[in-house]
């Protein structure tokens, strides 16, 4: 099957025959020149994510089926990020000699697999060819009521988070490492391997987030973008942030820093946002911090010093 | 400018500014997690397309404005062949080491100068690292009435074509030959620097055409697309086909076959479409062949016997 129509028309097939896709919305699927979806008489929320090997991912580090399964619901998060439900998308693959039949397989059931936790129904792509293998996916999504951008945080407003930080940072640490001796170990592993999805928290953050990002870069980079968007400054309680049972051992065990890798290590695609302070806010998310006037961010111990963090949030070109 | 975020604050001032882009439907653009876009209370028509640098173009044999106006120009095409009309895309660029600002400024303005062309206003993307440059184009558009697919031609119908074939791969083939002699090889060139756009032709698509099909891949092989998808076979008249003015000559000063390259050569995106015979098909387009009972399509000689032509279109993976 390495004929690239051949291909297509087993992706149809794979796709196309899926019973847990409501297709409702779908007019034309896979294999024509373009597809049509019916998206109602709502805005549409549109985005974009490339994963490329040897830059955001390492073929000997992860299954093609996980790595198809990341990348859509990592591009599915953004989405979430808006206050949106995932309800279609596109998937340009370009593969490699070395990518066989198997992992292709592989790939598109891993793809398939988060089409179906997220919503976004695989509705056309692309296949080629290239020298790395990378995976683009295009998603689409509804929004909830009205989009939530990064700009809209006001002073006064609690910081929030979603789930915990720094476990798929520590997760590709242990794995990179080729060290998995604690009991969490292959948790963390998991949970790099398996980036939540959100279809809950959209829900809630449509009705109460004053703005919202996810937590891709890490994040401290990503509230410094909601500050940047919003024209506002925050605080972080580092002693706040919220971790999983055996983070803090795991970390100690390979040598890193907890806080410093909660707050700057990437791939967590939790959601970040600010809200007025509320039991509903509490519910959704764990209180990380506080938006005030000025700009920038500013990491504060448990005494309510100031805390420099080596930074490792994942920064392109930089 | 080699900072991800520079370049996005960048981008978001070159597409955000443009007076010439209606930006009437896009109620979040460039720089948010997601852009949100009003495509209105019809269906709406969605496509990818990427180009891998050596495997869809070489850098030396064109510019870094001339890959970023053909990208989009092709994915646009998809949406044309729908009968509907671009309304807005999303750009994925993963840049090599390679790309020095100045080139990436200019892939850049080719890309806002086909958004332009084709209605396609950018309004959202991603930015990644990668060893080959790669750009993958979403484009959305607007049906004009019900999109036209692949599926539809009926024995009876004719065969049609907008403009004229093998230029493109002619002047691809004058690049490669690296001999610009003859008095219209650089129209050549041009034709295949720079695709044509097709706003006019897919109003008329809209009303007359039974299926249609963007020529990327050879118009013999997106011809055999249109009949499976139809269950039709055709029949394809070899001294019908339009050519440019000199192409002939031209092919035959590189020792090409001018049938065959007009056939089967890829990339010029012109649109081929089925519809039942009349004046407003002709004016549209130029018939070259007829749909019949059966399957495949037979090419054939001015005096009605078949032809075996030798295939170039490009296919990935075989």
Not at 134 to 151: D, L, M, N
Request: hydrophobic content about 40%.
């Amino acid at each position: 099957m390495r004929d690239e129509f051949a291909r297509i028309e087993w992706l149809k097939a794979r796709f196309d025959l899926d019973p847990n896709h409501d297709a409702n919305n779908v007019v034309v699927g896979i294999g024509d020149d373009a597809a049509v979806v019916d998206f109602g008489n709502r805005p549409t929320v549109v985005t974009v994510d490339t994963q490329v090997e040897e830059v955001h991912f390492r073929r000997d580090l992860i299954s093609c089926r996980d790595l198809g399964y990341r990348a859509l619901v990592a591009a599915a998060s953004d989405v979430s990020a808006m206050a949106a439900m995932p309800s279609a998308s596109l998937v340009a693959l370009s593969l490699s000699a070395a990518v066989t039949d198997d992992e292709f397989r592989e790939l598109i059931e891993g793809l398939a697999e988060a089409a179906r936790h997220t919503g976004a129904r695989v509705v056309g792509g692309n296949l080629s060819q290239a020298a790395s293998l990378t995976i683009t996916s295009t998603v689409f999504g509804s929004p909830i009521s009205k989009p939530i951008t990064r700009a809209g945080a006001r002073p006064g407003d609690g910081v929030y988070v979603t789930g915990t930080l720094g476990s798929a940072a520590l997760g590709l640490a242990i794995v990179q490492a080729g060290d998995r001796e604690a009991t969490h170990d292959e948790a963390f592993i998991e949970r790099w391997r398996r980036p939540p999805t959100h279809e809950r928290a959209a829900r809630a953050l449509s009705s109460l987030a004053t703005s919202a990002i996810d937590v891709s870069d890490g994040c401290l980079q990503d509230l410094e973008h909601i500050c940047a968007a919003s024209n506002v400054g925050a605080t972080l309680r580092a002693d706040s942030v919220p971790s999983a049972p055996g983070y803090r051992a795991s970390c100690e065990a390979l040598g890193l820093d907890p806080v410093a890798l909660a707050l700057t290590g990437g791939e967590d695609y939790e959601l970040l946002f600010t809200a007025a302070r509320s039991a509903e806010a509490e519910e959704l998310g764990t209180k990380i911090g506080d938006i005030i006037d000025g700009s920038g961010v500013q990491v504060l111990d448990e005494t309510g010093r100031a805390v420099e963090l080596a930074r490792t949030g994942f920064r392109h070109f930089s």
